[in-house]
């Protein structure tokens, strides 16, 4: 069973920064992606970044690109999510998510494992 676990979530100002970090355990698959999610309140939960573990291919949606950068550490069996330039609308709660394949990695569907999140707030 993988289980995956956040941490790193806080309060911080506009312009601010803070990394996210995951902890995954139980993997047993190679081609896999990592992906962070966010839910802001009264929003659906939405695709932030994702990463391979093999090549360490990465892709961002494009309300955070230029400002978060996603990164893993194989050997620690652990991604990053690196926050800078931070908005209030950023403030959400951030999930991490595996998945078995490297396909659509934006969709949410598409993953298999998910931790219970990290809160992230953004003040103004």
């Known amino acids: 069973q993988v289980h995956v676990v956040e941490s790193g979530g806080g309060l911080v100002q506009a312009g601010g920064s803070l990394r996210l970090s995951c902890v995954v355990s139980g993997r047993t698959f190679s081609s896999d992606v990592m992906g962070w999610f966010r839910r802001a309140p009264g929003k659906e939960r939405g695709f932030v970044a994702a990463i391979s573990w093999s090549d360490g291919s990465s892709n961002y949606a494009d309300s955070v690109k230029g400002r978060f950068t996603i990164s893993r550490d194989n050997a620690k069996n652990t991604v990053y999510l690196q926050m800078n330039s931070l908005k209030p609308e950023d403030t959400a709660v951030y999930y991490c998510?595996?998945?078995?394949?490297?396909?659509?990695?934006?969709?949410?569907?598409?993953?298999?494992?998910w931790g219970q999140g990290t809160q992230v707030t953004v003040s103004s």
């Open positions: 998510a595996a998945r078995r394949s490297d396909y659509a990695r934006s969709v949410r569907s598409g993953y298999d494992f």
